[in-house]
């Protein structure tokens, strides 16, 4: 009952924090709805009866199924529009490049550091005066080079001082997409709201 001359619909609003977790609860409620496309008749059955309530639960199932999996949608089209207009899709997009910029960062964090120039000009100088080893080294398969990182000292503790630098940032992202997925909401259609109370879903 209505206490008003004109009653209006109320529009169910979730926030983007719940309506993620809407998608999963859908998402697992349409895999426990079977929709058999065979049965198996016994003699002592009616075969109009027993194909006739076949028919009938794959119709129900294949309908509930469908109006399931277009309430997801329909989810999931109203939460990209929130995303973009939130700016949740932008930290989202920084989030990424950061996660991605770290694990190139470690790289060069965890390299060895540069050998001296003192040592690798003294292997060099051992390498050219050497004569007599260079037909040793070419029948062992020794090479005529000296292997060394190219990463200063200084270099590799400014990749350490970046990576953390970036977890930081990573982390106040983080925080501000949480608070805008518990602020921002999303209205439910009137049909969405239907087929999920229909299923428990809300």
Do not use: W
Request: hydrophobic share 40%; glycine share 4%; proline share 1%.
């Amino acid at each position: 009952t209505c206490a008003l001359p004109i009653c209006f619909p109320v529009t169910i609003h979730t926030t983007l924090r719940k309506a993620n977790a809407l998608q999963n609860s859908i998402n697992d409620a349409i895999k426990t709805i079977k929709v058999d496309l065979t049965v198996q008749i016994n003699e002592f059955q009616s075969v109009e009866d027993a194909l006739a309530k076949a028919n009938s639960t794959m119709v129900e199932n294949d309908g509930r199924r469908q109006k399931l999996t277009m309430a997801l949608y329909n989810i999931r089209a109203l939460i990209g529009t929130a995303n973009a207009a939130s700016g949740i899709s932008t930290s989202l997009a920084k989030a990424a490049f950061i996660d991605k910029r770290i694990g190139q960062l470690e790289e060069l964090a965890k390299a060895q550091e540069m050998t001296s120039l003192e040592v690798i000009k003294g292997k060099i100088d051992k390498i050219k005066n050497d004569k007599e080893g260079a037909s040793r080294r070419s029948i062992y398969g020794y090479g005529d080079t000296v292997d060394t990182s190219v990463l200063s000292k200084e270099q590799i503790a400014q990749a350490k001082a970046e990576v953390l630098n970036l977890k930081k940032q990573k982390q106040k992202l983080n925080d501000e997409i949480l608070e805008l997925n518990i602020k921002t909401e999303i209205p439910l259609s009137d049909d969405t709201v239907a087929t999920l109370q229909a299923e428990n879903l809300l």
